[in-house]
């Protein structure tokens, strides 16, 4: 009959005990890249559905109703005071590019109109504007929102 040594029984564990420690940092250390790769890919997947710029078409807009939230895609073509806008719809191509449409819109600005990504200096003639707000009237809105997109997107 084999008897250890209680010294062996000793040194035993502590050899599986300093395994264990070191299997759970490997698998700590796999799950922690797992996670950071997750991470990424996500974050990546994110970054590229916001640069596609989300919109109503023309067709869209022309069929909400008055007072409907809506959401377009403007360029600035005039600004006859500083709180409207007139300018034309821009719809996107299938590049990732965008084309002016032919309907003219009104865009009456507020005093409380946020403007992100811009500063009010940057809405100008030719300034091409993410815009929300409200449906005001058949060629109107009345915006609570704009986003400047000026040389972010490329009209053709």
């Given at each position: 009959?084999?008897?250890?040594?209680?010294?062996?029984?000793?040194?035993?564990?502590?050899?599986?005990?300093?395994?264990?420690?070191?299997?759970?940092?490997?698998?700590?250390?796999?799950?922690?890249?797992?996670?950071?790769?997750?991470?990424?890919?996500?974050?990546?997947?994110?970054?590229?559905?916001?640069?596609?710029?989300?919109?109503?078409?023309?067709?869209?807009?022309?069929?909400?109703?008055?007072?409907?939230?809506?959401?377009?895609?403007?360029?600035?073509?005039?600004?006859?005071?500083?709180?409207?806008?007139?300018?034309?719809?821009?719809?996107?191509?299938?590049?990732?590019?965008?084309?002016?449409?032919?309907?003219?819109?009104?865009?009456?600005?507020?005093?409380?109109?946020?403007?992100?990504?811009?500063?009010?200096?940057?809405?100008?003639?030719?300034?091409?504007?993410?815009?929300?707000?409200?449906?005001s009237a058949a060629d109107s809105v009345t915006a609570t929102r704009l986003v400047i997109l000026t040389g972010?997107?490329?009209?053709?």
């Open positions: 009959m084999d008897v250890s040594k209680p010294s062996d029984v000793v040194n035993s564990r502590q050899t599986w005990a300093a395994l264990l420690r070191k299997r759970w940092a490997i698998f700590l250390l796999v799950m922690v890249l797992v996670v950071t790769v997750l991470i990424g890919i996500v974050a990546s997947a994110a970054i590229q559905g916001m640069m596609r710029v989300s919109s109503s078409s023309a067709i869209q807009f022309n069929a909400a109703s008055l007072g409907d939230e809506v959401e377009i895609i403007f360029e600035v073509a005039s600004m006859p005071s500083s709180s409207l806008l007139v300018g034309q719809f821009v719809e996107p191509n299938e590049d990732n590019t965008y084309r002016r449409a032919s309907d003219t819109l009104n865009i009456t600005l507020q005093s409380d109109t946020r403007i992100i990504m811009g500063q009010a200096s940057d809405v100008q003639p030719g300034a091409v504007l993410q815009i929300s707000g409200v449906k972010y997107v490329t009209i053709r």
